[in-house]
C-alpha cells in the first residue's frame, strides 16, 4: 500500500515542502489541510497563497493526481501514516515569555487533534522550528490521551529560504531528522529518510537525536543572522570613517574560513524566522540559567533593530532634518526579494518611523497587495490611521511613487530596482530636487545615479 502523508499547516513552509514531495514521490499521496478555509481556497486555484519561484509549475502538475488540499483536517490525519506539523510558531506576546518564547499553542492543538482522531500507529514529524524538547510535550500529550496508537515523534526542520524554496528543496545543502534512538524510533525515522531519498542523496540525509536537530534548526537561523548583524554593525563603523562595506565584505568573505555568503550589508533582515527563533533561544538559554548566553544572542536582534532605525533617521537627517509634509517614495515593502511575505519586513518599520516623522509615503512592490500593506502599517482601507488621517498610497509602478517625492528608499531588493533594469533618469525628472535617494540593500550603482543628479546613499558605502 502507498504512503500517506499529511501536512497540517498550509503556509510558506506547508505548501512548498509538500509540494515538492508530492512532485518527487508520485507513489505518496499528499494533503496538506488547515483551518484557514481562504487559503486552502486559494490553493486550489492558480492564485496561490504563496509566491514562489517555480511553485505554480510544480502546483499544477501534481494538484489533483497525488497532491490534495482540504480543510477536513481531522479526516485526514486518521487517514495518513506520516503527519507533517508545519504550522506557525511566532513569538508569545502574553504572560509568561512574552515577546521571547515562541507560542505553542498551535502545535499543541495539533497534537490533542492527532491523539483525539488517530485510529492507527502514525509517524508524526515537527516541520515547523520549535524550542528544543518541543517534542517531549507532543509526546506526553499523545501518551496522556488514552489512544491506544503508537506515535513517534520525530524533528525534521526545514531549511529553505523564501524566495528560493523550491531550489532549496530540490537539492538541499542536507536534510536533517532527529528521532528517538530505540528500535522504534530508529525504524520511523528510515521511513522517513526512504521519502527523501527518493531525491536527495542519503549523504546529505542526516540523522540525529531528537534535541540535537530540534536544536540545529534554532542554531543555523542564529548564526546565518549573527551574520548580518556583523555586516551591519560594520556598515555604521564604514559610514564613519569612509570605508565601504561592499569592499570589506568581498575582503574578509575571501577566507575560506569566513566565506562569502550572508556578508551582504542591508537595512536589515526581516522574515518570519530570525527574530522569533533568536528570541526563543535566547528565551530557552535564560530558562536553562545561561543569561551571558541569552544576552549574546540577543543582541543580535538589538543590532538589526538599530540598524533598520538608523536607516530612517538617516532618512530625515539628510532631508535637512525634517519630512514632515513630505513625500517619499519606499521601493519594495517584502522582506526581501521574490516572495510576498512582508512578516518582519524591514519596509514596516522604516515606514513607521517616517509615518510618526508625519512624511507622505508612496508605496510599491510588485508582489505585495494594497491590503497587505494597510495591514501591517495598522492602516484602514483607505491608509488612513486612527485619527483618519491618511498617509500611506499604495501605487502599481516605481515611477508613481516617485512623482513628486523628495527621496525615495530601496527597501527590498528586488531586480527591477537595480540601476541596469530602472530608468532612474526618468524617475529623477519627476522628483523635487534635490533628488535623494537611500538604497537600503545596495543594490544600485550609486555612482551611476549621483551622474544623474541624485543625492544617492547606500548602507556602510563613502
Ligand atoms: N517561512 C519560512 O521561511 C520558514 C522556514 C523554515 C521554517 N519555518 C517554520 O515553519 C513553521 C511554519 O511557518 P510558515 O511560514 O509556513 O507559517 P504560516 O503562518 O505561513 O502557515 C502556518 C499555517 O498553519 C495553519 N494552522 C495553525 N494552526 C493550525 C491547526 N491547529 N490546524 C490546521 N492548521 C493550522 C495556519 O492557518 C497557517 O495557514 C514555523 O514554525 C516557522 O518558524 C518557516
Known sequence: MSLKICCIGAGY????????????????????????????????????????PGLLEIVQKTRGKNFFFSTDVDKHIEAADIIFISVNTPTKMYGVGAGRAADLKYIEACARNIARVAKGDKIIVEKSTIPVRTAETIQKILAGSGNPAKFQVLSNPEFLAEGTAMEDLDAPDRVLIGGEQ????????????????????????????LWSSELSKLTANAFLAQRISSINAMSALCEATGADVDEVARAIGLDSRIGPKFLKASVGFGG???????????????????????????????????????????????????????????LGFAFKKDTNDTRESAAITVAQDLIEER???????????????????DLDASGCNAD???????????????????????????????????????????????????????????????????????????
Request: glycine share 6%.
Open 13 to 52: 513552509v506547508g505548501g512548498p515542502t509538500m509540494a515538492k514531495i508530492a512532485e518527487k514521490c508520485a507513489d505518496i499521496t499528499v494533503t496538506v489541510v488547515d483551518i484557514n478555509e481562504a487559503r486552502i481556497a486559494a490553493w486550489q486555484t492558480d492564485d496561490l497563497p504563496v509566491f514562489e
Open 182 to 209: 530505540t528500535l522504534e524510533g530508529l525504524a520511523a525515522i528510515e521511513t522517513l529518510v526512504s521519502v527523501y531519498a527518493n531525491w536527495v542523496p542519503r549523504d546529505n540525509i542526516i540523522t540525529t537525536n
Open 272 to 330: 518570519s524566522c530570525f527574530q522569533k527563533d533568536i528570541l526563543n533561544l535566547a528565551y530557552l538559554c535564560s530558562h536553562f540559567g545561561l543569561p551571558e548566553v541569552a544576552a549574546y544572542w540577543e543582541s543580535v536582534v538589538k543590532i538589526n533593530d538599530y540598524q533598520k532605525h538608523r536607516f530612517s533617521q538617516n532618512i530625515v537627517q539628510t532631508l535637512f532634518g525634517t519630512v514632515t509634509g513630505k513625500r517619499i517614495a519606499l
Open 359 to 377: 512624511a507622505r509615503l508612496r508605496i510599491y512592490d510588485p508582489k505585495v497587495s494594497k491590503t497587505q500593506i494597510f495591514k501591517d502599517l
Open 388 to 462: 483618519g488621517v491618511c498617509v500611506v498610497e499604495v501605487v502599481t509602478s516605481a515611477e508613481e511613487a516617485c512623482e513628486s517625492a523628495h527621496g525615495v528608499a530601496i527597501l527590498t531588493e528586488w531586480d527591477a530596482f537595480k540601476t541596469d533594469q530602472m530608468d532612474y533618469k526618468k524617475i529623477f525628472a519627476r522628483m523635487e530636487k534635490p533628488a535623494f535617494l537611500f538604497d537600503g540593500r545596495n543594490i544600485t550603482d550609486l555612482e551611476q545615479l549621483r551622474a544623474i543628479g541624485f543625492e544617492a546613499k547606500g548602507i556602510g558605502k563613502p
